[in-house]
T-cell receptor, first 119, second 115 residues
Framework: DAGVIQSPRHEVTEMGQEVTLRCKPISGHDYLFWYRQTMMRGLELLIYFNNNVPIDDSGMPEDRFSAKMPNASFSTLKIQPSEPRDSAVYFC?????????????????FGAGTRLSVL | AQKITQTQPGMFVQEKEAVTLDCTYDTSDPSYGLFWYKQPSSGEMIFLIYQGSYDQQNATEGRYSLNFQKARKSANLVISASQLGDSAMYFCAMRERNTGNQFYFGTGTSLTVIP
């Protein structure tokens, strides 16, 4: 398997523009997670899905952020309008469902991340 | 309360020596998993090792081992025979069944291996 695939790897945009980040999870994984990482705040969970349904979006900073998972192989994280404080590395990760099922099935695999710079 | 606590912001170790990175966790769920990830300066998050709450033995993966002390709620990572390439940020994480399979991450420990 190719692993979790994120695109683009780098995005530079101007304040006020719409930004769309994309993620393809590992085939067969039923959990998908979006994280944001900054020096100041560390690694933050934004939202996660189970079987394409959002389970917890309490980490989404504000209404400018939205995430969708239209099918099992694709998810997007959209920021509209973007602001300089949104500059961060955004990770997508996927896994199988859980603990109790045992061993390596519980591992969460990360994509390479999207480095977003909002000027 | 923090779910995962990593109290060592930075650590140094001499090449070829062993090093222990500390991690404590907080949960009342009997079913959980503990993970360690490595993040080198290139930025990717690399899975290292996993320990299930019901596993009787400490997990090992090559030079990595997880010192699992359930009663103390501790899951320290031990890296043996450190190499220069081990210099990176290390994150401890936990996943609980009862909180909807969410992952909780610590703030990380920056490890520097000195030649």
């Amino acid at each position: 398997d190719a692993g979790v695939i994120q695109s683009p790897r780098h995005e530079v945009t101007e304040m006020g523009q719409e930004v769309t980040l994309r993620c393809k999870p590992i085939s067969g994984h039923d959990y998908l997670f979006w994280y944001r990482q900054t020096m100041m705040r560390g690694l933050e969970l934004l939202i996660y899905f189970n079987n394409n349904v959002p389970i917890d979006d309490s980490g989404m900073p504000e209404d400018r952020f939205s995430a969708k998972m239209p099918n099992a192989s694709f998810s997007t994280l959209k920021i509209q309008p973007s602001e300089p404080r949104d500059s961060a590395v955004y990770f997508c990760a996927s896994s199988l469902g859980l603990v109790g099922s045992g061993g390596d099935k519980n591992i969460q695999y990360f994509g390479a991340g999207t480095r977003l710079s909002v000027l | 309360a923090q779910k995962i606590t990593q109290t060592q912001p930075g650590m140094f170790v001499q090449e070829k020596e062993a090093v222990t990175l500390d991690c404590t966790y907080d949960t009342s769920d009997p079913s959980y998993g503990l993970f360690w990830y490595k993040q080198p300066s290139s930025g990717e998050m690399i899975f290292l090792i996993y320990q299930g709450s019901y596993d009787q033995q400490n997990a090992t993966e090559g030079r990595y081992s997880l010192n699992f002390q359930k009663a103390r709620k501790s899951a320290n990572l031990v890296i043996s025979a450190s190499q220069l390439g081990d210099s990176a940020m290390y994150f401890c994480a936990m996943r609980e069944r009862n909180t909807g399979n969410q992952f909780y991450f610590g703030t990380g420990t920056s490890l520097t291996v000195i030649p």
